[in-house]
């Protein structure tokens, strides 16, 4: 029994990372078809993916929409969470709730009102927009990491700023600002990672000019299981995991600037 | 007085959110219902094309697989998640930390990707198919990808970070003094897990279960790329009368009903889940 848990969980980690690890391997496979594991190795399937014209303007598509989807959300998202931290004010669990709610909601549905509102105003295929419809997805990830971060902002250095005659816009630049920075960036680069992976908004509100990489994926796996998505996959996959280091060394810094 | 202004300049800074939240989320779903059912079906016809809709075979059969197919998920989710989250509240933080990494780096990753990689897993010319035909003990590829079985693993892959993440804030916030008591007092280890530990971290496992149960059933990226062609779940037969039928009438009735049975399991989330702790308050 005792051994027994740590086994289970072992295990547990093993089939967690392992289809993951599996795609990696095979991205990086010699061969025209998948084969695990690969008998050669070569870098052939990432230069199909970098050299090709279409799957560079699906990249430039979700660089385009994510950077949008994380300026808004963040900015949204902070003002939002400095409020439920700072403020007083009726309906507080409610509207937190109600703000929570898109990543909730089936994306089917909320995609397919989207675009059936978008399609009346001729926003299908608009970057900026699809950035705005990412951002409300991106917008409870925000608030859950700012809520945390502003949490930890002693208020009695805002009033020491305010008594000493700092406005409040003054204040929240050069006080509250500086102190959560670890936590507003933390917050944009998951903001960034909800809009950059999200297929299915994309996949109604995008034209075929502006499809996103996962939309491409989509559209590629219902004709065939080519390695280039291997690649492809490989590059989000590779993505995450720079965000993931990212926010490791603010966090790491976080905590130097406390002690 | 004092309350009215600071209550104000709350309302300025929570604008921008709710404006967004309004003009993006709120009023396309609005706009989409009250339009297709409101504006561009007849008021006589309506309760008869609701009625049709909501009892045709192809719904019946979709509200089946769908609520199967999501107990399946969240039972199996909760099943391995449990013990996850356990070891994690109760180990030392190194060992913890891998174990976070671990559901971490999943968790974050693409779900089309994550969905990629187990089709690549359990394809007729997948890695367990190739290496049964190699090693002989098949002479045909087994059938393992597009049925139940195969979206049931895709599903709980993609959201058992969700169960071990819930059920590990609620074990974390269990006292370790009560099991030293329990201890003390004579109790032996499975009996104190039994009497305190699992009774402590119900509401988690309530919290868990609903939190995946929700997402399972308005899933629609995994089961549309795993499933076969009989296993339809709702949030793909909204798809479908979409794309293919051009039918926004149903699909606004099948959306409500979906949408609808999904925020009513919120609400008991949200009453359920501390989400209060958040804000501090």
Known sequence: ?259 | MRARRRDRAALLLLLPSVLMLALVFVLPLVWFFVRTLFIDSAPTELPGLVADVLTSRAMLIAMVTTNWISLVVTLTALLIGYPVAYYLATRGRGRAAIVVFCVIVPYFTSVIVRTYSWMVILGSHGIINQSLLDAGLIAAPLPLLYNQFSITIGMTYVLLPYMVLTLYAAMKAIDPALLRAARALGSGGFYTFRRVYLPLSMHGVLSGALIVFILSIGFFITPALMGGPSDVMVAMLVERSVEIMLDWQSAAIMSLLLLSVTLVLYAIYTRVTDIQRLIGG
């Open chain 1, 1 to 259: 029994m005792r051994r027994a848990l740590p086994g289970f969980v072992g295990l547990v980690c093993l089939v967690l990372m392992l289809p993951i690890a599996i795609v990696v391997v095979l991205a990086f496979s010699g061969g025209t078809f998948l084969h695990f594991p690969p008998t050669s190795f070569s870098l052939r399937w990432f230069a199909v993916f970098f050299g090709d014209p279409r799957w560079q303007a699906s990249l430039w598509s979700s660089l385009e929409i994510a950077s949008v989807a994380c300026v808004l959300a963040t900015v949204a998202g902070f003002f939002a969470a400095y409020a439920f931290v700072r403020r007083g004010f009726a309906g507080k669990k409610l509207l937190l709730s109600m703000l929570l709610l898109p990543t909730i909601a089936p994306t089917v549905i909320t995609s397919i009102a989207m675009y059936f509102l978008s399609a009346r105003l001729g926003l299908v295929g608009n970057l900026v927009w699809v950035g705005c419809c990412h951002a409300v997805i991106a917008l409870p990830v925000v608030l859950l990491i700012l809520l945390s971060a502003l949490q930890g902002v002693d208020p009695v250095l805002e009033r020491a700023a305010l008594s000493l005659g700092a406005s409040r816009s003054r204040t929240m630049l050069r006080v509250v600002v500086p102190i959560a920075a670890p936590g507003i960036v933390s917050a944009g680069l998951f903001a960034f990672l909800a809009s950059f992976d999200e297929l299915v908004i994309s996949l109604f509100l995008t034209n075929v000019a502006t499809q996103t990489l996962p939309v491409r994926i989509w559209n590629s796996l219902h004709l065939e299981i080519e390695p280039t998505i291997a690649a492809v996959s490989t590059f989000l996959i590779g993505v995450t995991a720079l965000i993931l280091l990212l926010d490791t060394a603010v966090r790491g810094l976080r905590r130097t600037a406390r002690s």
